[in-house]
């Protein structure tokens, strides 16, 4: 699944997951974009100790002008783009809380985040893609949409929006040559759930439910990611992949 050659963005990639997904496509011989409102200079200085190459633009993908400015800096310093994760979100620090003390500000932004992020990226970068002849877009949801988690009503329902637009824009791009699927961890040991007051406990709970018994860390993901970055995917679109030690079965 060797990725040499090809220009990868992701988005959120500043530390957590998204910085496993960028550190693991330099690895396999992608030049990386690191697109996040946070600084990505220590992914980028992680890439590039271990040889490969990277570039850090400030982002904030809910903004249709910074989403397109991110993809334009991305082609004129690669000199095109091949994948795009969209993994940035608001995920860290979201608030546990009963549906009914969900602000309607908290619920727009939620959305603009999660969802028109990931819509603005995927609209920014087909242009692109369609240069190249082909394109990967992988969508980062969530196997919590499967379960239906409470008390994280907004979160819940942006990551099955993912899953939904995934489908669909699947159907719009394949002419193209553009795959467009989505992964969808379980509960995952990034740093913002170590930190999380009740999600780093209910880790403990989720381990049960599970066919192979322990956490789910970063890395679990980083070899679903590749595949679908990969040629070893070009007949794989519109697909929904848990990658959740077998929680749920989809
Ligand atoms: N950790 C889990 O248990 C888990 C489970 C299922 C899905 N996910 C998903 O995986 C992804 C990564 O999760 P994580 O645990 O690393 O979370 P995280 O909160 O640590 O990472 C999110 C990243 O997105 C960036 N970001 C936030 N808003 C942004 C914006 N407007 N523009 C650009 N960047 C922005 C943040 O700065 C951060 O670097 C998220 O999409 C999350 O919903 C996580």
Redesign the pocket.
């Known amino acids: 699944m060797s990725l040499q050659g090809k220009v990868a963005i992701v988005?959120?990639?500043?530390?957590?997951?998204?910085?496993?997904y960028a550190k693991a496509l330099a690895a396999a011989g992608a030049s990386v974009v690191v697109?996040?409102?946070?600084d990505?200079g220590a992914t980028v200085a992680a890439i590039t100790a271990a040889g490969g190459l990277a570039l850090a633009l400030a982002?904030?993908?809910?903004?249709e002008t910074?989403?397109q400015a991110m993809v334009r800096q991305a082609v004129d310093h690669f000199g095109g783009v091949d994948v795009l994760v969209?993994?940035?979100?608001?995920?860290?620090?979201?608030a546990v809380k009963p549906f009914d003390l969900i602000s309607v500000e908290e619920w727009d932004h939620m959305m603009?985040?999660?969802v028109r992020?990931t819509f603005l990226c995927c609209r920014a970068v087909v242009p692109a893609m369609r240069e190249r002849g082909k394109g990967k877009i992988i969508n980062?949801?969530?196997?919590?949409i499967l379960y239906g988690t409470p008390l994280l009503l907004h979160?819940v329902t942006?990551?099955g929006a993912?899953m939904a637009l995934t489908r669909a824009l699947a159907r719009e791009v394949g002419r193209w040559n553009i795959c467009v699927n989505s992964?969808?961890?379980?509960?995952?040991?990034?740093?913002?759930?170590k930190e999380h007051p009740r999600?780093a406990k209910w880790?403990a709970a989720v381990v049960q439910s599970r066919c192979i018994r322990r956490s789910?860390f970063?890395e679990d993901?980083t070899g679903t990611i590749l595949y679908l970055a990969s040629d070893a995917s070009d007949f794989v679109t519109g697909q929904f992949i848990t990658v959740?030690g077998g929680t749920s079965m989809h």
């Open positions: 988005t959120g990639a500043a530390g957590g997951i998204g910085q496993a697109a996040d409102i946070k990505g982002c904030d993908v809910s903004d910074s989403s969209n993994n940035a979100a608001m995920f860290a620090g979201v603009a985040v999660n992020g980062v949801s969530s196997s919590t979160y942006s990551k993912v992964i969808a961890p379980g509960i995952t040991l990034s740093d913002a759930v999600m880790d789910e970063p993901l959740d």
